[in-house]
């Protein structure tokens, strides 16, 4: 069983930063890319970033030069680094990964940013 739980959500001003946590068990995490999600109130889950086995990332438009996405397979854990927070960054984070033919997410962080 896969188990993928997030972490560093919290309140942000504009302009301010944060760092997320994606810790992963019961996958052998370095065979997989990872990816980081995000939903707004009110809004279909869309996609923010990911990263491969490899270390290639890519990255949402919407948050390209603000946002980066990193692992770390020796602790099995992913994170995304997010500068320069802005209003309409706010929504829940979610962690995946596709295993097989299962796709698997975490329970999400708040990441509220808010003047």
């Known amino acids: 069983q896969v188990q993928l739980v997030e972490s560093g959500g919290g309140l942000v001003q504009p302009g301010g930063s944060l760092r997320l946590s994606c810790a992963a068990s019961?996958?052998?995490?370095?065979?997989?890319?990872m990816a980081w999600y995000r939903q707004a109130p009110g809004k279909g889950r869309e996609w923010v970033a990911d990263?491969?086995?490899?270390?290639?990332?890519n990255s949402a438009d919407s948050v390209k030069g603000r946002f980066t996405i990193s692992r770390d397979n020796a602790e099995k854990t992913m994170y995304l680094q997010m500068n320069n927070l802005k209003l309409e960054d706010t929504g829940v984070y979610y962690c995946?990964?596709?295993?097989?033919?299962?796709?698997?997410w975490g329970q999400g962080t708040q990441v509220t940013v808010s003047s």
């Open positions: 990263i491969t086995t490899g270390g290639s990332t």
């Open positions: 019961g996958i052998i995490f370095s065979g997989y890319t």
């Open positions: 995946h990964v596709n295993k097989g033919l299962y796709t698997y």
